[in-house]
């Protein structure tokens, strides 16, 4: 009679274990035994490294908790200061001061480095303000703000000179990204910093959309 004897590889017993995930529970000795190599320092047993991997899992969880948590806090904060500009806005008697507590507020509440307002029509009692730029619509230096005039979608990044050096004239070399608010038929908002990753492409614009809605809608109320 002869004796065959099979030879199992490494790959085979693997594949075998995977089917069998609750062998070691069955010989819970060899998982004294087993050991585990490192990428730095000495091998370590099986419980031992599965304990580290746990821990990395947990703190890698804790990570994206504590993210998730900065995240809801910095939302609550800029869901309390719209609704304060809203109001703010709403309480204004004319067109005037509805601009200014708008320019005020980004600056202040928004902590705006610089506050740009265009519009397209002229404001009585805004003939001196720094921060704003009375311009007809068909004005030639509009041309680089046609498309997100046309969509009313807000911009966050860095701007193209042309409409960085329109926006803040002297000042643009300073400014190294912006928030900018479009608003069709009525004109542009820009808040500008001198962070460049303040404001980048892709971060939310909600809150940026619902500041725009409330700014048109006081104006409104005074034909502006």
């Keep these: 009679m002869t004796e065959t004897t099979e030879k199992l590889g490494a790959h085979e017993v693997a594949a075998w274990l995977r089917r069998h995930p609750r062998f070691l529970q069955q010989f819970p000795d060899l998982s004294l035994t087993l050991v585990v190599p490192r990428d730095e320092g000495p091998a370590a047993s099986l419980a031992s490294y599965q304990l580290e991997v746990l821990r990395d899992k947990n703190r ?8 998730l948590f900065g995240n809801a806090q910095e939302n609550e904060r800029l869901a309390v200061r719209t609704h304060q ?4 806005l ?22 705006g480095d610089r506050v740009r307002l265009v519009v397209f029509r002229p404001v009585d009692g805004l003939e001196d303000a720094d921060w704003l ?5 068909q004005d030639a230096r509009l041309a680089p ?3 997100c005039l046309a969509d009313g979608e807000p911009l966050c990044g860095r701007l193209q000179p042309e409409k960085s050096a329109f926006l803040y004239g002297d000042e643009s070399g300073q400014v190294q990204s912006t928030a900018l608010l479009p608003l069709p038929g009525t004109g542009v908002v820009a808040v ?26 006081a104006l409104g109320r005074f034909g502006s």
């Design 60 to 67: 890698e969880l804790n990570r994206r908790l504590h993210e």
């Design 133 to 137: 730029q009375v311009v007809d619509p």
């Design 90 to 111: 709403m309480r204004q008697d004319n067109a005037a001061d509805v601009l200014r507590a708008m320019a005020a507020s980004l600056a202040e509440d928004f902590a």
């Design 145 to 147: 703000f046609r498309d």
């Design 85 to 88: 500009l809203t109001l703010a």
């Design 192 to 217: 500008g910093s001198s962070d460049p990753n303040r404001f980048f492409p892709g971060m939310g614009t909600l809150f940026l959309r619902m500041m725009g809605e409330a700014l048109e809608t």
